[in-house]
Every structure is written in C-alpha cells, then in structure tokens.
C-alpha cells in the first residue's frame, strides 16, 4: 500500500507561482515513479508530469512544459511540483499519483491518488 498527501494548493493571480508538496508512505512505495495530474471543471483527469524515482528523469505535458518542474526529495520521500508563469487554464485540482512511467508518461495501475489539492489562477 502507498499513501499520498498532497499540500500547497491555493488562489494566485495569473503569472504567479505556486510549489505543491506530496508526501508519500508505505512499504512499496520505493518501487514506485511519481507524478501529479489535475482535473478541471467538467473535464477528464489529464497528466501533467512525472519523475523516475530511481534516477530523477522527468516528463512533461506540452501544456505545462517550460513552466513546471517536478522534482523529488527522496530523503523525504517527497515529490514537488514547481508551478511558475500560471495561467487561468492551469485552475484545477491536482492530484498526486504513483505509478510507473512509460514514453513520458505515468501509468497509475494500482490506482494510488492522493486526495486532491485545488489550485485557481484567477486573471
């Protein structure tokens, strides 16, 4: 089992930044890749980054690309992602996931998500 619990959502004003915070635990949980999704209103769930724990290599969606960075603190067992330069368009809940990744992408197969933490970028 892994649990996941996500901090650091909030309200920012268009172009600012925001850093969320995903802390994990549980016995596999070292075997596992990271990553965040997000889920807008009315929309499907859709990935926005991802990170090979091993080694640190990390995925983007082109969405966010130039603008995100996912990074680890495996000391913490901590997974963060940087949010710079939002956009109204990033309002949503994101979600932490842990999974495997697979040509730039996280497959969450044993379905572990954390609760969800709202970020609105108002404009």
């Known amino acids: 089992q892994v649990q996941l619990v996500e901090s650091g959502g909030g309200l920012v004003q268009a172009g600012g930044s925001l850093r969320l915070s995903c802390a994990a635990s549980?016995?596999?949980?070292?075997?596992?890749?990271m990553g965040w999704f997000r889920q807008a209103p009315g929309k499907e769930r859709e990935f926005v980054a991802a990170i090979r724990w091993s080694v640190g290599n990390s995925y983007y969606a082109e969405s966010v690309k130039g603008r995100f960075t996912i990074s680890r603190d495996t000391a913490k067992n901590t997974v963060y992602l940087q949010m710079n330069s939002l956009k109204p368009e990033d309002t949503a809940v994101y979600y932490c996931?842990?999974?495997?990744?697979?040509?730039?992408?996280?497959?969450?197969?044993?379905?572990?998500w954390g609760q969800g933490t709202q970020v609105t970028v108002s404009a």
């Open positions: 996931a842990a999974g495997f990744t697979r040509n730039g992408y996280l497959l969450n197969e044993d379905g572990y």
């Open positions: 549980g016995r596999t949980f070292s075997s596992y890749d």
